[in-house]
């Protein structure tokens, strides 16, 4: 809303701020108590790993070596997907509830946690428990933070107002989720061929074909049940909110054997930059073709009705 000078209405703007604040609170506190409860309350060398036994291929698993300390800024993610659960479901019920109830735009909602967050976790994490951590590694786990805070919050004005569309794009992450997931092995190939473990092989093969044929299924669905063209962005976004916020969660929760430890960054990322970057290139260039493809659809289902 703006005032007739073209200026946007003040009390409208304060009134704005006003209902991120009330959603912002809960949400950083929840994030800023499982921070404290990882790195201050629990026992480091079961939530972190330390010096726990990988094998050959991770012989250092000391508190500040490559792998815990992907373990560390792993905890955003974590906290982010739970975040994304809770925020949509509480936006969900709300929205059903509340008459006229509209959440706030999702940056307004980050920029308030942003600001207790980036003094928070660094004074959480440098300052408790045995170790601390340094500088980096604290800037790490607050950088991770952030970025999964914010594709976390994003659904939640979706959740409230097309809680099924948000379902159809969840779905279609889960496809893009087992190519972001799979894509990455590529650089351990060579490794499994070597020991002669082809097994893996055919699985990374096979998870990316399901992934692809599960992207053209959705399509063909939406198609079919008449519903509306996702856009590449929101399809690519789900994608990432799947694969990096919701799979760690699960892995943290339920594929831990109760132990509830987090996850090395070798399980969702690559080693190499350039891998993963092309992977991602790869998941946005199938949301385009995605996108493209639903498109053509409707075009041609329009020009039918017209005959």
């Not at 059903?96 to 946690?113: A, F, N, T």
Request: contains cysteine; neutral net charge; charged residues 10%.
């Amino acid at each position: 809303m703006v005032s007739l000078s073209g200026e946007p209405d003040k009390q409208t703007e304060s009134h704005a701020w006003s209902l991120a604040l009330v959603h912002a609170l809960p949400v950083a506190l929840l994030v800023l108590a499982l921070d404290y409860y990882w790195f201050a309350v629990a026992d480091r060398y079961i939530v972190f790993l330390y010096n726990h036994d990988m094998g050959p291929l991770y012989p250092d698993t000391s508190p500040f070596s490559r792998v815990t300390g992907s373990r560390y800024w792993m905890t955003g993610l974590v906290a982010g997907g739970e975040v994304l659960i809770l925020y949509g479901v509480a936006n969900w019920l709300l929205g059903r509830l509340v008459p006229d109830y509209r959440p706030p735009e999702w940056w307004r909602v980050w920029s308030i946690c942003a600001a207790s967050l980036v003094l928070g976790i660094p004074g959480i994490t440098m300052t408790v428990n045995q170790p601390t951590l340094p500088a980096l590694n604290a800037a790490q786990v607050t950088l991770v933070t952030l970025v999964g805070l914010a594709l976390a919050l994003m659904p939640g004005r979706l959740a409230t107002e097309a809680p099924g569309e948000l379902l159809w794009l969840s779905a279609a992450g889960c496809g893009l989720m087992l190519v972001l997931l799979n894509l990455i092995h590529l650089e351990k190939l060579s490794r499994w061929l070597a020991r002669g473990n082809t097994g893996w092989v055919w699985l990374m093969g096979a998870s990316l074909a399901v992934g692809i044929a599960w992207l053209l299924a959705m399509t063909g669905l939406r198609f079919w049940r008449r519903r509306p063209v996702p856009r590449a962005t929101g399809l690519f976004a789900a994608g990432l909110g799947v694969a990096y916020l919701v799979m760690p969660m699960i892995h943290h929760l339920l594929g831990t054997d109760g132990y509830y430890y987090l996850s090395d960054s070798d399980n969702f990322f690559a080693r190499s930059s350039v891998l993963q970057v092309l992977t991602w290139l790869v998941a946005g260039g199938l949301s385009l073709g995605v996108a493209w493809l639903g498109q053509k659809l409707a075009a041609h289902r329009a020009r039918m009705a017209e005959v």
